[in-house]
């Protein structure tokens, strides 16, 4: 592959394409399974190439419960066996205070506030027989990141209880959301 290849890979670096305007036909299914875990494998090979990762999970979109890599013209069902992206890292500025925001970062490089947009809720991890409530955040066009262990600590950490319930909530840019545990 050509340097220009990896050059049209970093365009689309900070960018998403329209993919909730496509709506092509249906191709057939890739072998693409997304692990819980957010790790991508292809044709049964781990996808370790960061700028490729990036630039497909750019042209994911989810339809009901179904997931699709797509193009203006080639649409393409993924299995996904969770959710699709990982939050990664947490950067909480004005901690503790009412103008407290948090900011994530996920496995693929998207970066985020939670608020009204990008709301955080909880909900069990699918396939999994414990059926804890873990957080999870809205992405992007109904795309949702999984907390990862220790963002899932760090997120705990900013909870506060709710009297008399199993209610946490959590302020983050002028919203607060109520979670359950």
């Given amino acids: ?94 901690k503790g205070t009412s103008e407290q925001s948090i900011n994530v970062r996920t496995n693929v490089g998207d970066r985020i506030t939670i608020d009204n947009e990008h709301p955080v809720n909880t909900s069990p991890i699918d396939g999994q027989q414990d059926k804890q409530l873990i957080p999870y955040v809205q992405i992007r066009s109904r795309l949702m990141a999984r907390f990862n262990r220790s963002t899932y600590l760090e997120i705990a950490d900013l909870l506060q209880a709710l009297p008399d319930t199993n209610q946490y909530s959590l302020l983050s840019a002028n919203t607060k959301f109520s979670l359950s545990f």
């Fill in 1 to 94: 592959m050509g340097s220009n290849f990896y050059q049209q890979i970093e365009a689309v670096s900070d960018s998403h394409p329209p993919v909730e305007l496509w709506d092509p036909p249906l191709s057939g299914e890739m072998d693409c399974l997304i692990k819980r875990d957010g790790s991508w494998w292809i044709d049964g090979s781990k996808l370790e190439n960061d700028r490729l990762l990036r630039l497909f999970s750019t042209v994911l979109k989810r339809e009901e419960n179904n997931y699709y890599l797509i193009t203006p013209v080639e649409k393409w069902q993924i299995q996904v066996e969770d959710l699709p992206f990982m939050v990664v890292e947490i950067e909480v500025t004005n």
